[in-house]
C-alpha cells in the first residue's frame, strides 16, 4: 500500500495533478450548496472567475518554476542532506515526519511570515481580500506571492531532506485541504471537533479571513491544526459573526477588480488597527 503511494506521487503527471485541483474545487462547491455557513450575497461566478483567473497565474509560476523543485529534491536525496535523510528514518517515519515538517516549513511559517513582513503581506493581502469565503478562494494568490510560497517550499524540501514523492504528496493534501478549509461549508460540531484535533477546517481556518485584527493574525494552519496550538495562535468564535475581507480595502471596486489588485503590492501601504477583541466578536 505504502510503496504504491509513493510510486504514484513519485511519477504523478500534470493532469493528475490538475485533476486533483479541478476536483476539489468542484466537489467541496457541491457540498457549499448543500451545507452553507453563510448564505453568502454575491455574484458565485463572477466570484469564481476572478479567483480562477489567480489560481490560473499559480499554476503558470509553479509551472515555470518546478525544475528548480525538483532539481532541490533530487540534490538532497543525491547528498543525503537534510532531517529525513540524517535521522536515517523508515519509510513511514519519512511520510509522517517529513509531511509534518513540510507543512510547519512550507505553510505555517510561511504564512505567519507573510503577515509579519511588510512587503510580503503588500502581496498577500490580495488572498485577503476576498469578502466571500468560498472553496475558490483557497486559490486567490497574487503571482508575487505564488513565488514568495515557491521559495518557502523549496527551502522546506531542502531542509526536510524530502524525495520528489513526498513533496508532491505534501503538495496535493495542501491543495485539498485549503480547499476543505475556505469552503463555505458548516461541518456538524462534534464532527468539527474530531477533525480540528488534527487537521484545520472550515470553522477553524474562516476565522483567519474576519476582516479585522488579531483574528487575522489568529489560525494560520493549512493542513494541520497543531502548530497554532503550539505557538499560541489559536482562536474560536462564532464563524456566523465574521465578517470577511481586510480592513484596508474593503471598496469593492478594489478587491472585485483583477487590474488593480495586480498593483496593490506597488501602491503605497495602508496601515492596519489593532482592534479590541471585545469590541469585535
Not at 485541483?21 to 476572478?50: D, Q, T
Not at 509551472?63 to 532531517?83: C, E, P, R, T
Amino acid at each position: 500500500m505504502l510503496d504504491s503511494i509513493i510510486d504514484y506521487f513519485a511519477n504523478i503527471s500534470s493532469l493528475h495533478r490538475t485533476i486533483i485541483l479541478v476536483g476539489g474545487i468542484a466537489f467541496f462547491s457541491l457540498i457549499e450548496s448543500a451545507v452553507p455557513l453563510m448564505s453568502l450575497n454575491y455574484k458565485r461566478w463572477k466570484h469564481a472567475g476572478i479567483n480562477i483567473f489567480f489560481t490560473l497565474t499559480t499554476i503558470i509560476v509553479n509551472f515555470f518554476l518546478a525544475f528548480i523543485l525538483v532539481k532541490s529534491s533530487d540534490w538532497v536525496v543525491a547528498h543525503n542532506f537534510g532531517i529525513v535523510q540524517w535521522l536515517n528514518l523508515s519509510t513511514i517515519s519519512v511520510l509522517i515526519v517529513g509531511l509534518l515538517l513540510l507543512d510547519f516549513l512550507g505553510a505555517w511559517l510561511a504564512h505567519w511570515v507573510q503577515h509579519h513582513v511588510t512587503w510580503m503581506w503588500k502581496f498577500h493581502l490580495i488572498h485577503h481580500s476576498d469578502q466571500n469565503i468560498d472553496t475558490t478562494s483557497a486559490n486567490r494568490h497574487h503571482p508575487g506571492e505564488s513565488v514568495i510560497r515557491f521559495v518557502f517550499t523549496i527551502m522546506a524540501t531542502i531542509v526536510v531532506g524530502a524525495p520528489m514523492w513526498l513533496v508532491f504528496l505534501y503538495q496535493s493534501m495542501s491543495v485539498v485541504l485549503s480547499q476543505f478549509n475556505h469552503a463555505n461549508i458548516i461541518l456538524p460540531s462534534w464532527i468539527d471537533k474530531i477533525l480540528v484535533s488534527v487537521i484545520c477546517t472550515p470553522n477553524m481556518h474562516h476565522v483567519h479571513h474576519h476582516y479585522r485584527m488579531p483574528y487575522s493574525d489568529m489560525n494560520y494552519g493549512n493542513i494541520f491544526s497543531f502548530w497554532d496550538r503550539i505557538f499560541s495562535t489559536y482562536t474560536k468564535v462564532d464563524n456566523k459573526k465574521l465578517n470577511y475581507g481586510v480592513d484596508t480595502h474593503m471598496n469593492n471596486t478594489e478587491v472585485d477588480n483583477i487590474g488593480y489588485m495586480l498593483k496593490i503590492p506597488f501602491l503605497p501601504y495602508r496601515n492596519r488597527i489593532e482592534y479590541d477583541e471585545e469590541e469585535i466578536l
